[in-house]
Each structure stands twice: as structure tokens, then as C-alpha cells.
């Protein structure tokens, strides 16, 4: 099993930055995949930004060039460092892992990006 404990969002104006840490139960080099997600309210659940035990690293196109994933292992933490946030970055941002074969969601953290 994996439990996962997000934290780090809060209220931003249009332009500015914000960090989120994911902190994982265990050696975020042995889960499979993991990642970002966020939900808006009305709209679906979408992909963020993730990264997989082979070095791969994926993102959205609406955040690419302005969000960066990263880990740190000694920490068994992933960061989402958001820069030059945009009133549509407004979501609940979810830490997701995949690890064995199941998947596993932090509890959510609230980001709002208003002037």
C-alpha cells in the first residue's frame, strides 16, 4: 500500500507561484508512476504532470513550460513546483501513485489563483 498526503496549496494572484508536496509511505524510486492531478469544479479529473520509475516525465499541455515535477527520495516526497499560475490553474490538485498493479490518491489540496 501507498498513502499519500498532499499540502502546499492555497490563494494566488494571476501570475504568481506555488509549490505542492506529495509525502509518500514509502521510496517514491519503488511505485511505479507518479504524479499530479486536478479537478476543477463541473469538469473532469485530468492529468497533470506524472513521472515513472523509468525517468519518463509527462505533461498537460496547458502547463508545460510552467509547472515542473520533481522527487526527492530521501524525503519520499514529489514536488509540483506551478509558476505564472492562471486563473484556469483554479482546481483541487490530487497526488496519485501506481504502484503493483492498484492506484493510489492523496486527499486533495485547493488551489485558487485569483486576483
Known amino acids: 500500500q501507498v498513502q499519500l498526503v498532499e499540502s502546499g496549496g492555497g490563494l494566488v494572484q494571476p501570475g504568481g507561484s506555488l509549490r505542492l508536496s506529495c509525502s509518500a509511505s514509502?521510496?517514491?524510486?519503488?511505485?511505479?508512476?507518479m504524479g499530479w492531478y486536478r479537478q476543477a469544479p463541473g469538469k473532469e479529473r485530468e492529468l497533470v504532470a506524472h513521472?515513472?520509475?523509468?525517468?519518463?516525465?509527462n505533461y498537460a499541455g496547458s502547463v508545460k513550460g510552467r509547472f515542473t515535477i520533481s522527487g526527492d527520495n530521501a524525503k519520499n516526497t514529489v514536488y509540483l513546483q506551478m509558476n505564472s499560475l492562471k486563473p484556469e490553474d483554479t482546481a483541487v490538485y490530487y497526488c496519485?501513485?501506481?504502484?503493483?498493479?492498484?492506484?493510489?490518491w492523496g486527499q486533495g489540496t485547493q488551489v485558487t489563483v485569483s486576483s
Open positions: 513521472f515513472t520509475s523509468f525517468g519518463s516525465t
Open positions: 514509502r521510496s517514491i524510486f519503488s511505485i511505479n508512476a
Open positions: 496519485h501513485a501506481y504502484y503493483t498493479g492498484l492506484e493510489y
